[in-house]
């Protein structure tokens, strides 16, 4: 499930194959392998890269790091 790094709003608006909106942050994330990129989108429609904000963890697409591994 993709949520927005952000303010890990879960039902994002879908706008493309791999690509997400969070109406609550105007930010655009865009899905690559388990790895999200963040942009702003700019009142000219162009995107800004927001990745410097956010730590790679938080932009991780499954906190697999918090997940207890089952073992023994
Ligand atoms: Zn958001």
């Known amino acids: ?3 927005c790094p952000n303010c890990h709003f879960k039902d ?3 706008i493309g194959s ?4 969070c109406w609550r942050c105007c930010l655009e994330v865009d899905v ?6 963040v ?3 700019e009142e000219d429609g162009s995107l ?4 410097d904000l956010f730590s790679s963890e938080e932009r991780q ?3 697999s790091g918090l997940i207890p591994k089952a073992s023994g």
């Open 48 to 51: 800004s890269s927001l990745d």
């Open 12 to 14: 994002l608006g879908k």
């Open 32 to 37: 690559q392998g388990e790895v999200m990129s």
């Open 61 to 63: 697409l499954q906190d």
């Open 39 to 41: 942009f702003q989108v």
């Open 18 to 21: 791999s690509q997400y909106y």
């Open 1 to 3: 499930m993709v949520h």
